[in-house]
């Protein structure tokens, strides 16, 4: 399929921002928007599910023509898709038809990173798996065992596995993406559940995030709906970014970004422009805020930021007069330094002090099914969904190896799902706090995704085994013993889950097609089949995927026919809710903080880290010579996850590093020059482009590129690996940091 085809049905809302794309290649061959529209209405049926192209899972409709997909699109039932979806999800009929997947399980015959395997079948993948990790076990405990995947609806299969074997060793990709975040919204309002009411704000404030390129398509559509209401958006990026383009643009220096914040809460203070009803009522601790920003002036921030007085002045008093459909974003990217929860702290505190919690065009707790008993006038609209009932699993014999939940110290801070994967490389070398001799990998890339790929890959081959399950040979599972073939999205039924917003809203993902390679399978049969191999079939207790949505929703009193029509289920008559909406001092009954209010000062972040309040620290800035490195989405790819489907690949096949002009003119670099990008120990070639769009001090690229498994052979080699720069460093509370990476450049 010619990237013509795919660009000729694109849709694009106002200002040109992307929205969706309707041109998709499938078995049988490019569709013209003129034959996928006759496609569509030509299609045997129309399958509603969601999305896993990326990690949103967007409700998606399905459209299946002679058992062929020909069309993915937004489910037009759902007001937050409204039909529309973004590059990535209209291009999943490319993956589903690509002769590059995984077709079969496969064992490796050489050594590791030489690329040699032989397919076998799956009784003997299984059996390999068993017999292996059975030998790690007995020599080294349960414990020794590391599982590691991508969130997603395959985790609660692939955690049983980790739970029977007995190891308290299980990681998201969350400390490599927004953890920080969640660590804030715990420790402010004790719960992670908490979202925001773009579309109906009158002023957006971004700190490098990037809506109109990291697309999430319900958020994205709400900020293109405050734009077309006339609102203003504010973005503070040290890059001019699609998102920057569509408002005021504040080119930040990169770390600083908790000093602005702190000094808008100063002048907001200093002029009286704050809700002080709503912080009386509803805060704890603000006079231990007040006190310590005290002293962050505007002229302060101008010289920490590079953002003139005035403007901080300006934007802080626009902020303050548009209350309470004011928002000051949370963010969603990678931490940008060690102590990157504090500035995500602090954020939410400034938007407690416009008072825009629980109200149109600010924040909101999401209102899942089982939330709602706190509100009986809503409780009976919807009930929680059901459970596989487990017997009791072995309790692990040793701690985590990153200290998480350990009281009095910052590992108490880090989500107990998601854990420090960072710490997954240090102790796989270092066997501290002990030995880690095996990792099980489901849809998740350590080898690009977690920083220092050098680190992660020298990790890999200390280990006794390693197992991979996806859909491509990854750069991870290039380096593995067993390689499990999982199929796409489209080939398999998941079980139900919450995408609650300001309504419970429950999602089914089903089955559109047959399985195009039959070798392949989904993660809910793989893993039953590996622990009924391993002897932990008690712990797997239904008979297939349709018994398991059968038990999840008895207990909500719904059945399967319900998603057949829409693809997913909200209360009918049940109407959008915020708690605060008519009546300005109605009781949160929602907040699970041990003061029962917003805590501005955390008593949790002060046992662990000895700062309650937000902390401003100086973080080292480029010297002569050297530029700090940031890195971020582009709007056709996914992290690491789709640099080699075909569409996309050919939309955009490799990257480049934004350097500034002026910057580039000193080094004799010029546009398309190729370069060499250094950083300590490590280089990487790529190539230069040349931007007025970009601090002097700063260069950029987009992330994912640069892989190194052959078998990805559309994205092998091109393009810069930006994980390959940046250090395996954690911050205070585990996560790993993208922006404290200095490199220098020189030409190749």
Not at 110 to 121: A, M, P, W
Not at 395 to 424: E, F, M, N, S
Not at 445 to 468: Q, Y
Request: glycine share 10%; hydrophobic share 35%.
């Amino acid at each position: 399929m010619k990237r013509r085809h795919f660009l000729k049905g694109a849709l694009y809302g106002t200002g040109g921002t992307l929205v969706a794309l309707s041109g998709v290649g499938t078995a049988m061959g490019p569709l013209t928007p003129r034959r996928a529209a006759a496609a569509v209405q030509e299609s045997e049926n129309t399958v509603y599910s969601s999305c896993e192209m990326c990690r949103n899972q967007c409700p998606v409709a399905i459209h299946v023509n002679k058992g062929k997909v020909v069309k993915v699109e937004g489910n037009p039932h759902d007001p937050a898709m409204g039909g529309a979806l973004c590059a990535r999800g209209q291009a999943a009929p490319s993956l589903l038809y690509d002769p590059q997947r995984i077709k079969k399980p496969m064992i490796r015959t050489g050594q590791r990173g030489e690329g040699k395997f032989k397919e076998v079948s799956w009784e003997e993948a299984y059996k390999y798996i068993a017999e292996n990790l059975k030998k790690v076990i007995e020599q080294n405990g349960g414990e020794s065992v590391a599982l590691a995947s991508r969130k997603g609806p395959h985790d609660w299969f692939f955690r049983t596995i980790g739970k029977a074997i007995g190891t308290p060793n299980m990681f998201s990709h969350e400390s490599t993406c927004p953890m920080t975040r969640a660590v804030a919204f715990h420790t402010t309002f004790g719960s992670e559940g908490i979202a925001a009411d773009f579309g109906n704000a009158k002023y957006l404030i971004s700190l490098n995030r990037n809506w109109f390129e990291g697309i999430h398509v319900p958020q994205t559509k709400a900020v293109m709906k405050m734009l077309n209401n006339g609102g203003k958006l504010v973005v503070l990026d040290p890059r001019f970014s699609v998102t920057a383009a569509k408002g005021e643009w504040l080119p930040v220096k990169p770390t600083t970004e908790l000093a602005f914040v702190m000094a808008m809460a100063q002048i907001m203070i200093s002029e009286n422009l704050y809700d002080k009803a709503f912080v009386e009522h509803y805060t704890e601790g603000f006079d231990k805020w007040a006190e310590s920003v005290q002293d962050k002036t505007p002229e302060w921030a101008e010289k920490e930021t590079g953002i003139p007085k005035e403007k901080i002045i300006k934007v802080t008093r626009e902020f303050a007069a548009a209350k309470p459909r004011a928002i000051l974003d949370f963010g969603w990217r990678t931490a940008l330094t060690s102590n990157d929860y504090q500035l995500r702290r602090a954020i939410l505190i400034v938007n407690m002090m416009v008072g825009n919690f629980e109200v149109p065009g600010g924040l909101y707790q999401v209102k899942a099914a089982g939330v709602l008993k706190g509100f009986p006038d809503q409780a009976g609209y919807a009930k929680a969904l059901g459970g596989v009932k487990q017997p009791g699993f072995p309790k692990p014999a040793k701690g985590r190896i990153d200290g998480t939940g350990v009281k009095g110290t910052p590992g108490q801070l880090i989500p107990a799902y998601d854990g420090a994967i960072g710490q997954l490389t240090e102790s796989t070398l270092t066997g501290k706090p002990y030995p880690i001799k095996a990792w099980l990998v489901h849809r998740f890339n350590p080898v690009i995704g977690i920083p220092e790929t050098e680190k992660t890959i020298a990790a890999i081959k200390k280990l006794d085994l390693i197992v991979t399950c996806d859909v491509y040979m990854t750069d991870t599972a290039y380096y593995s013993d067993v390689v499990l073939p999982e199929c796409t999205y489209l080939e398999r039924t998941e079980q139900v889950y919450d995408m609650s917003g300001l309504t419970p809203k429950y999602v089914l993902r089903q089955k559109a097609v047959d399985l195009v390679y039959p070798d392949t399978k989904p993660a809910w049969q793989i893993y039953k089949e590996l622990g009924e191999k391993m002897g932990y079939g008690k712990y797997f207790p239904y008979k297939d995927i349709n018994d398991f949505v059968s038990q999840q929703l008895t207990q909500a009193g719904l059945t399967v026919d319900v998603f057949k029509e829409k693809g997913l289920w909200t209360p009918p008559g049940m109407k959008p809710f915020y708690v605060r909406g008519t009546d300005p001092k109605a009781e949160l009954a929602l907040l699970a903080t041990k003061s029962k209010k917003i805590d501005i000062f955390s008593d949790e972040v002060q046992e662990a880290t000895g700062e309650g309040i937000p902390v401003y620290k100086q973080h080292p800035q480029p010297g002569e010579g050297q530029f700090r490195f940031v890195q971020g989405k582009v709007a056709v790819h996914t992290n690491d996850g789709t640099h080699n489907v075909p569409v996309l690949n050919e939309l955009m096949p490799t990257n480049t590093l934004w350097i500034n002009v002026a910057s580039a003119k000193k080094l004799g670099i010029h546009d398309g020059d190729n370069i060499i990008v250094v950083a300590g120990k490590y280089e990487h070639k790529g190539q230069a482009k040349l931007t007025e769009g970009i601090r002097p001090d700063t260069v950029f690229c987009y992330h994912g590129f640069g892989r190194i498994s052959p078998e990805l052979k559309r994205a092998y080699g091109k393009g810069i690996n930006d994980n390959k720069l940046i250090s395996d460093d954690l911050g205070v509370v585990g996560n790993s940091v993208s922006s404290m990476t200095f490199v220098t450049l020189r030409k190749a």
